[in-house]
């Protein structure tokens, strides 16, 4: 069994297009949720989001590589561009064989679908672009990652809703820890802030028309986010031959079904998660010093999450900062766990934890230390980052500092 580590990170969101961005949004307590702006918003009755402006795609990608790439996937390449820079990971046809890419997403690429659909039945027309198939498929990111880098080690992509991150970053760790292979891209990317992206999550009522304030007892629904976080997970052993930084160390994961609604969330599966958690890292509830929460800001979601909370950690939970980032980023479903294990770095290599934007009143059923409206400093050896997702799919990683 090898010991896993983070040796890079990249990502994309709405706070940043970079880390040293998106870390100083978290130190800030900047909350990057406005105006959405895409075809037909005003048809939406929900108009805000945490939607990533000013994306020059033109910029970064030639005009043959953006007829192949949904802006799901450039969120994702230039994510992993970024985390293979910092790690300084060099694959020559050795590592090739024992790298791969692991990716989350929970809808593709949606803008693609979005833009064929409105070319077929509001204006019309009796074709879609040739590579439709290609760029809004779930697995593209995942595809063109290993194709750029010669990742020539598994390489495919988890769909399991608003936990498709956690369990690709879980699967990686797995991977690289079992010896499967020695390096993996892993993370997360999505991009459904279109027109029908947000029409479908109206239906379900989940939608907030104003902010996204988690564990608050004004809390009114979720924010969608878009963007993407990629790492690179290396055994401790491969990073320290080539004297690589190493910016945490992937201690556990675990991942549950609670088996039974399709959108209410089961506080014993996500109690059995964190615990799984735990004990495949070897700490007790009393060596974790920040959990880095689902927290959503529906009143469902976070009212378990809580309860699982309180039965987890008992009476040390009050000694424990919990804090959602989604108030700040917004929820970015399949990609959100990736972006949000920025922050439990964050809280490892400098002892900064990112608050809870929007706070305004306590609620009873969520009595916990939210860190709200300012980050915090602590000192942090060890946390966990939830993530629970429609269909009861649950999944949670254990971090621990080097």
């Known amino acids: 069994m090898h010991k896993v580590v983070i040796t890079g990170a990249g990502t994309v969101n ?9 870390l100083a949004g978290f130190r800030e307590g900047r909350v990057a949720i406005g105006p959405l702006d895409f075809p037909e918003v005003d048809r939406l009755s929900v108009q805000v989001g945490a939607q990533v402006h000013g994306w020059d795609a033109g910029a970064r990608h030639s005009r043959s590589e953006l007829a192949l790439y949904d802006r799901v996937t450039q969120f994702a390449l230039e994510s992993a561009g970024q985390a293979i820079a910092q790690a300084g990971l060099e694959v020559d046809e050795e590592l090739a064989l024992a790298a791969g890419v692991v990716l989350g997403t929970a809808g593709g690429g949606h ?11 509001g204006q019309g027309k009796n074709r879609v672009h040739p590579f439709t198939i290609p760029r809004l498929m779930h697995s593209a990111a995942a595809a063109h990652i290993a194709m750029r880098y010669g990742l020539k080690g598994p390489a495919f992509t988890v769909s399991t809703a608003c936990a498709s991150s956690n369990h690709a970053m879980g699967l990686a760790y797995q991977m690289v820890r079992s010896g499967a292979v020695r390096a993996v891209l892993t993370g997360g990317a999505e991009a459904s802030l279109c027109f029908g992206g947000v029409k479908a999550w109206e239906g379900l009522r989940v939608m907030s ?19 993407a976080a990629v790492f690179v997970f290396e055994a401790y052993e491969h990073a320290r031959a080539r004297s690589a930084e190493i910016l945490a160390e992937v201690a556990g994961f675990s991942m549950t079904s609670d088996a039974g609604d399709i959108v209410m969330p089961d506080r014993d599966g996500a109690v059995r998660a964190m615990r799984g958690a735990l004990a495949d890292a070897g700490l007790t509830p009393e060596a974790i010093d920040y959990v880095n929460a689902h927290g959503t800001a529906t009143t469902a979601n976070d009212r378990v999450e809580a309860a699982a ?9 009050a000694g424990i900062p919990v804090s959602s980032t989604k108030s700040m980023h917004g929820h970015l479903i399949g990609a959100t766990g990736a972006v949000e294990l920025l922050a439990a770095i964050l809280a490892l290599r400098e002892g900064v934890i990112a608050p809870t934007m929007g706070f305004q009143q306590p609620d009873p059923d969520c009595p916990l230390d939210m860190v709200p409206n300012a980050a915090r400093n602590a000192s942090v050896s060890a946390v966990l980052s939830n993530a629970f997702a429609f269909g009861g799919m649950n999944a949670c990683l254990a971090l621990r500092a080097v």
């Open 209 to 227: 028309p104003d902010g996204c304030r988690p564990f608050c007892a004004t809390r009114n629904g979720m924010v969608q986010g878009e963007g």
């Open 14 to 22: 709405a706070l940043a297009t970079d880390v040293a961005g998106t």
């Open 309 to 317: 909370l309180a039965e987890v950690f008992g009476p040390v939970l």
């Open 111 to 121: 803008n693609t679908i979005d833009e064929s659909y409105r070319a077929l039945h």
